[in-house]
């Protein structure tokens, strides 16, 4: 950029004085340019977040020891969404054990379920 050229801000177009990296003439103008350059993806992301975020407090509140079971039924009364969470872990014997960050269940026989709490390495 030359010397004498102005700089403009990204969002509203006004002139910027200050440092010669600044993009943007105040924090509303950049959270603004970045609100509308992030909307499809975050408002999707926002969603998904708030299930995962939703499952882990219903796992939490059902599972006060680290480890207990709950039925089916249960979880679906507190609104728990089994289509979403962060990770699978499978056991040698092949159990699959779903997890909303650090809380997990295990399908079992007859619409129960084994809560557990993954342990920091």
């Not at 089916?72 to 699978?88: A, E, V, W």
């Amino acid at each position: 950029m030359a010397k004498n050229e102005e700089k403009v801000c990204l969002e509203c177009g006004t002139k910027i004085k200050g440092r010669a990296d600044k993009k943007f003439c105040s924090d509303q103008c950049r959270v603004s340019f970045n609100n509308k350059l992030n909307r499809d993806e975050t408002a999707y992301m926002n969603n998904v977040t708030n299930i995962l975020r939703k499952n882990r407090r219903i796992l939490i509140e059902l599972n006060p020891q680290g480890k207990g079971k709950v039925s089916r039924d249960k979880l679906n009364d507190k609104g728990f969404d089994f289509n979403y969470f962060t990770s699978q872990y499978i056991t040698k014997e092949g159990s699959v054990y779903h997890f909303c960050y650090e809380q997990g269940y295990l399908a079992l026989e007859k619409n129960w379920y084994l809560l557990v709490t993954r342990k920091e390495a």
